[in-house]
C-alpha cells in the first residue's frame, strides 16, 4: 500500500500547517518525522487497545490528526509550531502505540519538509 503525502513548508513559530496523506489502508496512517542526523521518531500513530490516536510528548496537545473517510486521506493539523518542529515529515500505513513510541508495518510516504523559522 503506497501512501501520498501532501502539504509542508515554511512557516513562522506560533504559526499553523496541515499535512495530509492518503492511502488504500488509511485508518492506521500516522505520522514520524527526522532530523538530519537524527534518528526517525513518532509522531502520532493508532492507539491499537483503545482505537484512538496516540500522540507523543512533543506534540501532544498540539497536533491533531483527523480523518476522511471518503476521500481515504488523513489529515495532520499542527498548530503552535516551534522552531523544534522543524524536520521531514512522513506518514505511514499500519502505525500502531508501543509504549510511548509509535511503531509501523506498512509503509511510508515520500517525505515533506516543514521548517519553522522566524
Known amino acids: 500500500v503506497q501512501a501520498v503525502e501532501s502539504g509542508g513548508g515554511s512557516v513562522q513559530p506560533g504559526d499553523s500547517l496541515t499535512l495530509s496523506c492518503s492511502a488504500s489502508?488509511?485508518?492506521?496512517i500516522g505520522w514520524f518525522r527526522q532530523v538530519p542526523g537524527k534518528q526517525r521518531e513518532g509522531v502520532t500513530c493508532?492507539?491499537?487497545?483503545?482505537?484512538?490516536?496516540y500522540y507523543t510528548d512533543p506534540v501532544a496537545g498540539r497536533f491533531t490528526l483527523s480523518r476522511d473517510h471518503a476521500k481515504k486521506t488523513v489529515y495532520l493539523q499542527m498548530t503552535s509550531l516551534k522552531p523544534e518542529d522543524t524536520a521531514i515529515y512522513y506518514c505511514?500505513?499500519?502505525?500502531?502505540?508501543?509504549?510511548?513510541?509509535?511503531?509501523?508495518?506498512?509503509?511510508w510516504g515520500q517525505g515533506t519538509q516543514v521548517t519553522v523559522s522566524s
Open positions: 505511514a500505513t499500519d502505525t500502531w502505540r508501543d509504549g510511548n513510541k509509535c511503531r509501523l508495518s506498512g509503509s
Open positions: 489502508d488509511y485508518y492506521a
Open positions: 493508532l492507539d491499537l487497545t483503545t482505537g484512538l490516536t
